[in-house]
């Protein structure tokens, strides 16, 4: 719909690719806050790694974020989304 206004593919990408860095910071910054602290709760099962490993911390959130900026730059064909139900 941007394009029709005029905006260029550069601009939709950056606003999408803004939106999605935005998004991924909180659910990075929560996500981790709730990872430490059911780590913390469960330390007594926890086997081979400690309830605040920064190794495995790193590891997830560069996984996640991968994903995170893989779905928003590759595009989606507009007839998908229509199928799905989510199109406005």
């Known amino acids: 719909?941007?394009?029709?206004w005029r905006a260029t593919a550069a601009d939709v990408i950056r606003l999408?690719?803004?939106?999605t860095v935005r998004l991924m910071a909180?659910?990075?910054?929560?996500?981790m806050a709730g990872g430490w602290a059911i780590g913390v709760a469960i330390r007594n099962i926890l086997?081979?790694?400690g309830a605040a490993d920064p190794l495995t911390y790193a590891v997830v959130v560069?996984?996640?974020g991968t994903c995170g900026f893989a779905?928003?730059?590759?595009?989606?064909?507009?007839r998908?989304?229509?199928?799905s139900g989510l199109a406005c």
């Open 71 to 78: 779905a928003a730059y590759l595009p989606t064909p507009p």
């Open 26 to 31: 909180i659910g990075t910054a929560l996500g």
């Open 62 to 64: 560069a996984i996640v």
């Open 16 to 19: 999408v690719a803004g939106r």
């Open 1 to 4: 719909m941007r394009l029709r």
């Open 47 to 49: 086997f081979g790694v």
């Open 80 to 83: 998908d989304v229509y199928r």
